[in-house]
């Protein structure tokens, strides 16, 4: 079936990307939602997605989780005439009065929001152009109310049968060479976002995404928050940084070991360009730091602190903040993830790929 645009919405200043890579808008039925397709295939699974919001009803939807007060919801479509095939990611998201231009225009910003479903869908496409860690994006929705949009969807391809790194890595604790080779993927996927100039300012190890089959390469998931302009060096770092803080338990005071091993592997993917200097100092913070919300990724790319004045700033935070849950439950068994993480570093930094 060919797709051809509805006639309204011309003159809209819309981003260009939306008209370059989608054919839409389009009224897919009189539910309000005006949607953007990648190709004529996404048409039946953007109707079912369509019917659903309209009614509530639909065979194949089942909501998955529901994320900040509802304002987010992620779904998985198995349509029922395919009930065998792998069916589709959706995300569901409203947005506040201070989102909705930023939406409209394609902006994000302090002042638009950072985190519109427009801006997510730039990020997926830039990833899924610029490296092949990215997921396809199959179809964008949006409803409309006083000339904004006050709700986005994402219709994407679904991993089935993919987990999460944090889940591979703690499944192969006593398989030295399969973490090995989970740390060089995991390199390539940070070599490969410095190579493109894209910081993932939310990536860690639930957002990225093991194949069941090993050889292939990682997805990055979840690209609400990006920079497709960043500094590669200290992106790297950050990157780098914020994925063994995790893996390491969220410990507090890492060996110094561990924070050598990560300056070891950051030369590996940054090489000895301009900047890396700077990211090596600013290394051992974001390995020994939770730099989670109120902290600002964003910000830290952009004014660059002093190693000082980040430290005392992180200090502050950390003592603020309530106990993560993700921290490792007993002091002993802190201990043993961290010897067990810089062996696993020191390991892939001895045998030659």
Not at 66 to 79: M, Q, T
Not at 231 to 240: G, I, K, M, P, Y
Not at 297 to 308: C, M, T, V, W
Request: glycine content about 10%.
């Amino acid at each position: 079936m060919s797709l051809r645009a509805a006639g309204f919405g011309t003159g809209w200043p819309r981003p260009g990307f939306l008209s370059a890579r989608f054919v839409g808008p389009l009224a897919l039925s009189g539910s309000g939602w005006r949607w953007w397709l990648a190709d004529a295939e996404a048409q039946a699974a953007a109707r079912i997605v369509d019917h659903y919001l309209a009614t509530g009803e639909a065979a194949g939807m089942a909501l998955l989780r529901e994320k900040a007060g509802k304002a987010r919801r992620i779904y998985r479509l198995v349509p029922p005439e395919r009930p065998e095939a792998p069916g589709y990611f959706v995300k569901q998201m409203a947005l506040g009065p201070r989102k909705r231009l930023g939406a409209l225009l394609g902006c994000s910003g302090p002042l638009l929001g950072v985190s519109h479903g427009t801006a997510e869908l730039a990020h997926n496409l830039a990833l899924a152009e610029r490296t092949r860690h990215g997921v396809r994006t199959l179809a964008f929705g949006e409803y409309f109310r006083c000339g904004l949009p006050v709700r986005q969807v994402l219709l994407q391809e679904y991993l089935a049968g993919w987990q999460p790194f944090g889940t591979a890595w703690r499944q192969h604790e006593q398989d030295a060479a399969r973490r090995r080779a989970l740390l060089w993927q995991a390199l390539d996927v940070l070599t490969a976002l410095r190579e493109a100039g894209i910081s993932h300012l939310d990536l860690h190890p639930a957002n990225l995404m093991v194949a069941p089959d090993a050889r292939a390469p990682l997805r990055v998931i979840d690209c609400g928050q990006m920079c497709l302009d960043a500094d590669s060096a200290v992106s790297a770092a950050l990157h780098l940084g914020v994925l063994l803080h995790e893996l390491n338990g969220k410990r507090s005071a890492p060996s110094p070991r561990l924070a050598e091993a990560a300056c070891r592997l950051l030369r590996q993917i940054s090489g000895a360009g301009a900047g890396l200097a700077e990211a090596e100092r600013l290394l051992p913070l974001l390995v020994g730091y939770s730099t989670k919300r109120p902290f600002s990724r964003r910000r830290l790319l952009e004014s660059r602190p002093e190693p000082a004045a980040l430290e005392r700033q992180l200090q502050r935070l950390g003592q603020r903040r309530p106990p993560s849950h993700g921290a490792s439950a007993a002091p002993a068994d802190g201990a043993r993830e961290e010897r067990q993480l810089i062996a696993a570093l020191e390991d892939l930094l001895a045998v030659p790929r």
